[in-house]
């Protein structure tokens, strides 16, 4: 079993193909496709899986509820973007297709601690002590020139 993290899949949005230069059609199901393919390539079924915001932007609850269902991973635990529909969120985890959600979470794999957020922070609880933040929203866009010098990682599809 491993464990990984991403963001920002934009499940939906045709046009996130051309913003961030994605390497498929611009029609929702070339990029939902493409989305799945990735995710499964690196996400096995026994695996854990944090998502740090933005499934999707502008599908109704069942296609979402499909395409969550077509990535890898035994527990998913989303954190909540700007453009995810915090009901679909709510709705995905009453039917037990993701195993939690939140808008922050604390996590402690050993020897490591993260903290794991949609926005990027300047500050995190332990974040001068080497706690790792997690975030999501860019899109690769700070190509780790973050202002400050702390342990901080985007985990968006399109930074990877």
């Known amino acids: 079993m ?41 996400v096995g079924p026994k695996d854990d899986f944090y998502f740090n915001g933005d499934i999707s932007l502008g599908l109704d609850y069942d296609s979402l509820a499909e395409q969550v269902s077509l990535l890898n991973g035994k527990n998913k635990f989303f954190i909540i973007g700007n453009h ?25 794999i050993k020897p490591n601690n993260f903290v794991m957020s949609h926005y990027p922070m300047f500050e995190w609880n332990r974040g001068h002590h080497g ?8 899109h690769g866009s700070y190509k780790g020139n973050y202002p400050f010098k702390r342990k901080i990682i985007d985990t968006g599809i399109d930074g990877h």
Not at 16 to 36: F, H, L
Not at 86 to 108: A, F, H, P, T, V
Not at 131 to 138: K, N, Q, S, V
Request: charged fraction near 20%; glycine fraction near 4%.
């Open 2 to 42: 491993s464990i990984w993290f991403s963001s920002d899949y934009h499940f939906g949005h045709e046009k996130v193909q051309v913003y961030c230069n994605r390497p498929c059609e611009p029609t929702k199901e070339s990029v939902n496709a493409w989305i799945v393919q990735q995710h499964n390539s690196v």
């Open 84 to 108: 995810d529909n915090i009901k679909y969120i709510q709705r995905l985890y009453l039917e037990r297709i993701i195993s939690g959600y939140d808008y922050y979470k604390e996590l402690k």
């Open 131 to 138: 706690t790792i933040m997690l975030h999501g929203h860019t």
